[in-house]
């Protein structure tokens, strides 16, 4: 192979075919981040903000959009607040191509794209490649489960999980923050070395349960047109484990069934602000009305499912917040739990040199702009090999 032409290249797809793949950020919302602070874990993609923008370009252009908002301007005196008392506010620039016009990029692209192969489950193939490039995202983790058993040489790091709560409050709370920044994302150094994050802020938004094969967690998201009266965004703690532990995502299970188990089944608990940091279950609200369908919860007590560590770093952080946001931490705002997220193996990329994994799947990506610029920048490594 002297050089790459689209007939040399086979793409295997699980999916029956681009519309129903389940490349969420892409099928639903799309919101383009282009920052040096979020979105992976490679210096080469965060700190070439460059390479990000012609990505969203591209992203813009294949689908004939002009995206429906550019810049987040942060007011000085908030961010001057925000670092007097510890929080780091991550910045970033932000587009937002909408549902409807996802659509039309995946039209565009998979019409000028090489040809896919859609496989089966378990379908065998026994052709042989030059080069294998793994590409199968968070929803392959099957896959890389699989590969790394085999080989387990192969995961250079998997210790990481972020366990925490969803949390919801009334919108006149937080509206200057609303206004002000898209998408309101701070970090927290707690005194007890954990590290609180705030993730995936929904003004008028709802909060919604996510129910996977065994267990049921909680999310939130927001419509175009249907706006609710409250706020909602996940408070997570990042829990890193040490050698010889190395299953952090069955640890993050079992803390998210615990809840299952004592919400009574696929439900989650809600707790109020108050009655949390007071370690008592909630047994009635008093004037925040949730927005999450009161079938999917149960009012409880999130210390019994939480550890005291984890406890300790979402109140220190929220009562931290009430210095710069008065009113934040209100004994009445609610608390669902549990939300989690889950990290992938972080994969080694030079350990054999016609195997790579790109995108989420590596452990690498976490975005929709990271993970296209891995597959740029691993096809440029390619294009130099080869010339
Ligand atoms: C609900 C949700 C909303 C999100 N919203 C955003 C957002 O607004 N902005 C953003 O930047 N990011 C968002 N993300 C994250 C974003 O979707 C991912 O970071 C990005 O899509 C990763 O790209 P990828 O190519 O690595 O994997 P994917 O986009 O997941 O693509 C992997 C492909 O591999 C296929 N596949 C899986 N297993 C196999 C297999 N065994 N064999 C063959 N094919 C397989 C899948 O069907 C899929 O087509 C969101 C994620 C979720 C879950």
Request: hydrophobic share 35%.
């Amino acid at each position: 192979m002297k050089n790459v032409k689209d007939e040399d290249v086979t793409v295997f797809e699980a999916n029956k075919d681009v519309y129903s793949s389940s490349i969420s950020g892409i099928r639903a919302d799309g919101k383009l981040f282009i920052s040096s602070e979020m979105g992976g874990d490679l210096d080469e993609i965060l700190l070439d903000t460059d390479l990000q923008k012609e990505i969203v370009d591209f992203y813009c252009r294949v689908s004939n959009t002009i995206p429906e908002t550019g810049t987040q301007e942060v007011n000085v005196n908030m961010k001057r607040e925000f670092h007097k008392y510890g929080f780091k506010l991550i910045e970033s620039k932000f587009y937002h191509l909408g549902t409807d016009k996802l659509k039309v990029f995946l039209k565009n692209i998979y019409n000028n794209s090489v040809k896919i192969k859609y496989i089966k489950d378990g379908q065998q193939y026994n052709e042989k490649f030059e080069k294998v490039y793994i590409a199968v995202g968070r929803s392959g983790s099957r896959l890389i489960d699989t590969i790394s058993s085999k080989y387990p040489e192969l995961v250079l790091q998997n210790n990481t999980v972020d366990l925490g709560v969803r949390f919801e409050l009334p919108n006149f709370v937080v509206q200057e923050l609303n206004t002000m920044l898209y998408e309101f994302k701070v970090k927290y150094q707690a005194s007890n070395g954990f590290l609180v994050r705030t993730f995936c802020n929904n003004p008028s938004g709802y909060v919604v349960t996510e129910k996977y094969s065994n267990f049921v967690t909680v999310n939130g998201h927001s419509f175009h047109n249907k706006k609710s009266s409250n706020t909602n965004f996940a408070i997570l703690v990042t829990h890193r484990f040490t050698k010889p532990f190395n299953d952090p995502n069955g640890y993050g299970e079992y803390i998210v069934k615990l809840a299952n188990i004592l919400a009574g089944g696929e439900k989650v608990i809600l707790q109020t602000y108050g009655d949390f940091k007071k370690g008592k279950r909630t047994k009635k609200l008093w004037n925040v009305y949730p927005t999450l369908d009161s079938n999917e919860y149960i009012l409880g007590d999130l210390n019994l499912v939480l550890l005291h560590k984890t406890v300790k770093a979402i109140t220190e952080f929220l009562d931290q917040l009430e210095n710069v946001i008065p009113g934040i931490s209100n004994p009445t705002h609610l608390l669902y739990g549990i939300e989690v997220k889950f990290y992938g193996k972080k994969m080694d990329n030079n350990l054999v040199s016609n195997l790579k994994f790109i995108g989420d799947c590596s452990g690498y990506t976490r975005s929709i702009v990271h993970a296209t610029a891995h597959g740029i920048l691993e096809y440029l490594k390619l294009k130099k090999e080869l010339n």
